[in-house]
């Protein structure tokens, strides 16, 4: 077993990986269409009930066709894993690390195929469908090692007469609702620590992105991975996902999204069912307003390259997102004369060609909710970039930015999560910190600035689960940047970190007397028995 290691990132200025990249691109073109079954137990189910995925670079595209979940369905695929889990949860450590290690390895074989789902159903240019598959494999590799470091179990002290150790055990069958932006990675990290650690899980994806669902579906059926541990379930949040969020069987609920959706499911979770003989665990990440602080005494260059693509990296929706800046006074002119040319030089169009770098919105509702909020940013402040759609067949908006932006406006405070981008001046160092921690969020920030006083005062009050210096504030790494957020932001689990598999594990305390060890005679006490 080697060591774990991030895997680096494709490189497409090489032409030889273009042309892979475009192969695969064409051949999964060529799949769309097909109509995907519900898997529950290995077998595949079709419904009379149905719904469709769509290229947002093409309104009216069909990517695929899948099945709306019903209840009855969510009840026998928690019936299923209930009674997979029964073998599971005793299966050996290192056999369910395996099983990760080969799921790992058939993604990474399967790498742009993966990839161009994604540049397809939602929407991402190459470099951030590559990352995001190289994200998933990470999951997979990083939670293989952290699930067999648990099983050693932690060192305790031992009392006399007694052999005392600690185990960590499976919680039960677990649901994992996923969000369409990192369709593959945060799908990939959730389920996979779920079954790891011995659980059985219902993994419901979003209704944006079931088709790169389905492929990983495929990968953990292609792994081998006995049937019942991991179950395909698709539709939208109603029936089915509501449904499994209140029944008395589900033993925990891990959620990536919106607030709105994420503090409903704490809610209903909170309520204890009839026959439910447990406190469900509920584990959230929902998002952001997130903040970068450009100061004084900042290199001014590096900061534009990180405001940009914090800002507009996949068209603004990622929770990591920047979606406010906070220039120092000093350095607004400078830096905003800087920076504008950069966001109206973004190449915008469908990302299935390598130059485009902004690519569409993921759907309709996206779209209106975005241009709504540019609307309402127009009569906050000054409009000075972008600011409308781009004329295409798809859900595309220009990267806007809007300055002259107070801290009460809407566009400072509530999560946009497009292309938009709210600028406002800081009289200092000090006003710029209150600035940033006046939100109810609390996942992820930057600073830009030279001077290591300021670069201690944001360790201290900067008040965000990740927090970064003189880079992006996107682009956490498994294993490296444990990933997770404050307040509204979610429960900060810290995804991709050594606290993770905690939270899909419950511990045990072990005592066993032994009896007390009987001392040996000294040599005096032996040569007063001789005599």
Known sequence: MKPF?????????????????????????????REYSIVIGGERMRLDNKFHSYNPSKKDEIVGTFQEADEKTADKAVEVASETFKSWRYTPAKVRANYLFKVANIMHRRRLELAAWMVIEE??????????????????????????????????????????????????????????????????GMTSASFVTGNTVIMKPSEDSPTIAAKFMEIIEEAKIPVGVVNFLTGHGRPAADYLVRHPKIRFICFTG?????????????????GQIWIKRVITEMGGKDAIIVDSEADIDSAVTGVRASAFGYQGQKCSACSRLILDDKIYDEFMKK???????????????????????????AYNSILEYIKIGKSEGTLICGGEPAETDGWFIKPTVIVDVEPTARIFREEIFGPVLAVTRARDFDHAIELVNDTEYGLTGAVYTKNRDRIE???????????????????????????????MSGTDSKAGGPDYLLLFMQAKSIVEYVGMKKKKATRKAKKKKKR
Not at 6 to 23: G, P, Q
Request: charged fraction near 25%; aromatic fraction near 12%.
């Open 339 to 365: 920076f504008i040319p950069t966001v109206e030089a973004i190449k915008i169009g469908p990302p299935k060609y390598y130059e485009n770098y902004l690519g569409p919105v993921i759907n309709e509702i």
């Open 123 to 188: 929407g991402k240019n190459w470099l951030e469908a590559d990352a995001d598959v190289a994200e998933a494999i990470d999951f997979c590799d990083y939670y293989a090692h952290e699930t067999l470091r648990y099983d050693k179990g932690p060192k305790l002290l031992q009392y006399p007469g007694e052999r005392d150790t600690q185990v960590y055990i499976p919680l039960g069958v677990g649901l994992v609702i996923a969000p369409w932006n990192f369709p593959l990675a945060i799908l990939c």
């Open 5 to 33: 290691k991030n895997e680096t990132y494709t490189d497409f200025t090489k032409s030889a990986n273009r042309d892979k990249m475009e192969k695969a691109i064409a051949e999964i073109e060529s799949q769309r269409g």
């Open 457 to 487: 005062k944001a360790r201290r009050e900067f008040f965000i689960g990740n927090l970064y210096f003189n880079r992006k504030c996107t682009g956490a790494l498994v294993g490296v940047h444990p990933f997770g957020g404050f307040n």
């Open 258 to 274: 919106s607030k709105a959706v994420g503090l409903y499911i704490t809610e209903q979770a909170a309520k204890t069912q009839p």
